[in-house]
């Protein structure tokens, strides 16, 4: 099993560019979840889908922020446009309702200059 | 609304006992997870407790009290390795919404020898 798998690892862009971040779930789990991280705030849940529908995106922070599920195998997390403040690392995740734990990707790194 | 503490760094000694706290006010429980990240790493899953009392695994043990929203993580024979950031994570219920799961802003802990 190739874990959960995010892209690109790392990202350098201008402010007011547009960011699309990706990510490959598990096979087989059927939540999958974005999450950011920054020293301040921590882990923040921005969003999460079930089945592939948006269950709750009380954690988008704006609406320059935009997630979609178009299938099982593929989400994609996208800022447009980019600002200094959205730097941080974007983390997927994904979990098998049978299992106890949520899987994480290695996250990509953000950097908007 | 959520919260959830934790101190913000710890200090231990390699081969002793460190135990690390975590407080929790939720809407709802619905179980409550420790994660462990290594600096510039994805957090992985250490533990889940959703009924009270006491889970051990290894070197770790997790406890929780559901009246009191308190839970600790006791790391046993600590080995620099354990040198990482703890993050006490609640899954809170209600509406439905039973997948979501909260993160602390973790507890740095640094094991010298």
């Known amino acids: 099993d190739a874990g959960v798998i995010q892209s690109p690892r790392h990202e350098v862009t201008e402010m007011g560019q547009e960011v699309t971040l990706r990510c490959k779930p598990i096979?087989?789990?059927?939540?999958l979840f974005w999450y950011r991280q920054t020293m301040m705030r921590g882990l923040e849940l921005l969003i999460y889908?079930?089945?592939?529908?948006?269950?709750?995106d009380s954690g988008m922070p704006e609406d320059r922020f935009s997630a979609k599920m178009p299938n099982a195998s593929f989400s994609t997390l996208k800022i447009q446009p980019s600002e200094p403040r959205d730097s941080a690392v974007y983390f997927c995740a994904s979990r098998d309702p049978s299992s106890r734990g949520y899987t994480f990707g290695s996250g990509t790194r953000l950097t908007v200059v | 609304g959520q919260n959830i503490d934790q101190p913000t760094e710890m200090t231990a000694t390699e081969g002793a006992i460190v135990q690390i706290n975590c407080t929790y006010q939720?809407?709802?429980?619905?179980?409550l997870f420790w994660y462990q990240q290594h600096a510039g790493e994805a957090p992985t899953f250490l533990s889940y407790n959703v009924l009270d009392g006491l889970e051990e695994k290894g070197r770790f043990s997790s406890f929780l009290s559901r009246s009191k929203g308190y839970s600790y993580l006791l790391l046993k024979e600590l080995q620099m390795k354990d040198s990482a950031s703890y993050l006490c994570a609640v899954r809170p219920l209600y509406g439905g919404a039973t997948n979501k799961l909260i993160f602390g802003t973790g507890t740095l802990l640094a094991v010298q020898p």
């Open positions: 889908f079930n089945n592939n529908v948006p269950i709750d």
């Open positions: 939720t809407s709802g429980f619905n179980g």
């Open positions: 096979s087989g789990h059927n939540s």
